[in-house]
């Protein structure tokens, strides 16, 4: 089986604090901002704000129809950093990968916006499975509308 990474960074207008507060306070309320990609967050387990929290996603990739669901835990808050990490355990993207190792992102200040840091790390099946390209670019995507967001709000 096939290990590999994709890293992507992504410059943001807002406030670092402010995108970094959005994701860890208010992740599971995205698809009420985003209804076109994300069709339902519901927290399983947890408050949906710490460490241990478990969601059920429903969503849809870019550029599909199809409605995918995941279970993702999340398994690290750093504040100081302002680093989340999240573990994608099942769902529909276990017909290609092993589930993601981890989901990464990181808000770093940049100036007087932020420098937003995702990364993957998967195991596909098999060797000639697809890389999860389609999954970093709904995340840049996501990141992007979320910027747009919160500097409407300012």
């Known amino acids: 089986m096939a290990t590999g990474k994709l890293e992507m960074e992504k410059e943001a207008k807002c406030n670092p604090q402010k995108f970094y507060g959005m994701i860890k306070y208010t992740l599971h309320h995205l698809h009420t901002i985003f209804p076109e990609s994300y069709k339902s967050i ?21 550029g599909t129809s199809e409605v995918l669901t995941a279970k ?35 808000v770093v200040p940049n100036g007087e916006g932020s420098l937003v840091k995702w990364t993957f790390e998967y195991e596909k099946r098999n060797e000639g499975g697809p890389d ?15 910027d747009a967001h919160l500097a409407a709000e300012a």
């Open 42 to 62: 519901d927290i399983l387990e947890g408050d949906g704000e710490s460490v241990g929290s478990v969601r059920l996603w429903k969503y849809v990739l870019p």
């Open 72 to 106: 993702e835990k999340t398994e690290v808050i750093d504040d100081e950093n302002m680093l989340i990490v999240w573990n994608i355990y099942e769902g529909d993207h276990t017909n290609h990968y092993n589930g993601f190792v981890l989901l990464k992102m990181q």
């Open 132 to 146: 999860p390209q389609q999954f970093m670019n709904m995340f840049v995507m996501f990141g992007d509308k979320l």
